[in-house]
């Protein structure tokens, strides 16, 4: 395209003849570049030449292609497996290549993600007859196959081909550089489930890498932001866990990554901002409150998954919601080891932390290691640390009292309705409009408690 598009520029200069073209144009190629008074005559002729060269490679190598003369999709797909040699697909629709005709024997399999296929998944490309080496490429610090049933999984139905070889002794080699995580992020993971064997790649240690997408040590590269007055709850629906303060928390940096985002003069950067949580309920809701907010930026992009869906992605940012916040400091399966190494290692540049520190500091799990480890780095911080969390943290609280309050009022009054048509239709000294003027001013949630306590004593004479 270079040499047509120089070409043109050359025909389009001042001082170009016709006729001097004609004759030019009528030389063979195969002349040689007679010396002409005009350079740019010269320089015509050789491009033309240089042009019509190319043109004629390229029709020769077409031509040996034998390309079929049809526009039927099946015809053409076959064409391309006939001349392939190399194939990229799942190892579920590697199968199709068995019934393919006039194919290529293949002699080298590689697996990707080997780590996260099923024994039987695995079987499925190895039985091509003329396969001569296969190469697994996997992770067994990360999360395995999913299997949805408990009897299955009992019965290692999940386990695969390269947990099995390993198991037996079999040579593994270690990629032992990361190029994607800045050092601090790589830290701890690399500490804690690759024993220190993996080192940081040249381009994750240099200036250019350390990124201040937000004011404050709270937004370095790596922190843990604690949310201690959070609360878990249960969707109703999915029985999954949520966390209401944390979501609010997420949004709110959110929120203050795209404002610094769209008002830096000197930045066009594009930021990728990834939220991971272990609970379906929480990503629900994240992105229910989220919702096309972000989507019509050019700059600026926000992925919200669960840890399972952001196995083999990265993102510029990332921000993990924890969720779990109890008195028990019971985690559930936030405590997987291999969930939890592929939450931590997702970011480039940043990874932020939200979680309870009192839940997760008495966990017994790898989550009370990764809190202490912040605080022993100085990455550990308390959300409300920063004026604007602070603000969003303090409204959601206010929020969560006024619904408690509203529920304490809203059993009082029908406990009320119903005792006194059972109990009260004869006692004009005890109707509705009396009682309700006990809630005269502002409702709070001590004043609520305070009268649910007198309530029994004036409107249940069974009680007395």
């Known amino acids: 395209m270079s040499l047509i598009e120089s070409f043109e520029s050359l025909l389009l200069s001042n001082g170009v003849e016709s006729k001097e073209l004609e004759k030019l144009f009528s030389r063979k190629v195969e002349e040689e570049v007679v010396v002409n008074q005009n350079v740019e005559y010269e320089k015509l002729l050789k491009g033309r030449n240089d042009c019509v060269l190319v043109l004629r490679s390229l029709k020769y190598s077409l031509g040996e292609l034998k390309l079929p003369q049809t526009s039927r999709e099946r015809r053409l797909r076959a064409f391309c497996f006939r001349n392939a040699s190399l194939f990229f697909c799942t190892v579920s629709s590697s199968f199709k290549l068995y019934s393919m005709r006039n194919v290529a024997p293949l002699e080298t399999l590689v697996m990707d993600e080997a780590a996260q296929l099923k024994e039987c998944e695995s079987a499925i490309p190895l039985q091509f007859p003329a396969i001569k080496h296969a190469i697994l490429i996997g992770d067994e610090c990360q999360l395995p196959a999913m299997v949805e049933s408990k009897v299955a999984d009992e019965a290692k139905f999940g386990r695969s081909l390269f947990e099995r070889l390993s198991s037996l002794g079999h040579q593994k080699h270690l990629l032992n550089v990361q190029y994607r995580m800045h050092p601090s992020i790589s830290c701890f993971p690399n500490s804690k489930f690759y024993s220190n064997q993996i080192s940081d790649g040249p381009n994750v240690k240099t200036e250019g890498y350390v990124k201040k997408f937000l004011n404050g040590p709270m937004f370095g590269s790596y922190s843990f932001m604690d949310i201690n007055e959070g609360r878990e709850e249960k969707d109703g629906i999915t029985q999954s866990w949520k ?18 985002a769209t008002t830096c003069v000197d930045s066009n950067e594009k930021i990728s901002i990834g939220v991971v949580s272990p609970y379906s309920a929480q990503v629900a809701a994240i992105e229910y409150k989220l919702g096309r907010n972000y989507n019509n930026s050019n700059i600026f992009k926000v992925r919200v998954s669960s840890v399972d869906g952001f196995q083999g992605g990265e993102e510029d940012i990332i921000i993990i919601s924890t969720v779990r916040s109890n008195r028990s400091s019971s985690i559930g399966f936030l405590s997987s080891n291999q969930r939890t190494n592929v939450a931590l290692t997702r970011a ?17 799990s790898i989550w009370e290691d990764l809190v202490f480890d912040a605080k022993n780095r100085g990455c ?21 009292e006024k619904s408690i309050d509203d529920l304490i009022v809203g059993k009082w009054v029908n ?38 306590l007198i309530l029994p004593s004036i409107s249940n004479p069974i009680e007395e």
């Not at 309705?417 to 001590?446: C, K, V, W, Y």
């Open 243 to 260: 966390n209401m303060a944390e979501v609010d928390v997420v949004l709110q940096i959110i929120h203050k990554l795209y404002n610094k």
């Open 348 to 364: 480039r540049y940043c990874l932020w932390i939200l979680g309870n520190f009192d839940t997760l500091s008495n966990s017994d």
């Open 380 to 400: 550990f911080f308390n959300a409300k640390e920063d004026k604007d969390l602070a603000n969003v943290m303090s409204s959601w609280k206010m929020d969560v």
């Open 415 to 452: 406990d009320l309705q119903i005792t006194s048509l059972l109990t009260h239709e004869n006692e004009p000294d005890m109707d509705m409009n009396n009682a309700l003027t006990m809630f005269q001013g502002p409702i709070t949630r001590s004043r609520a408690k305070k009268q649910l």
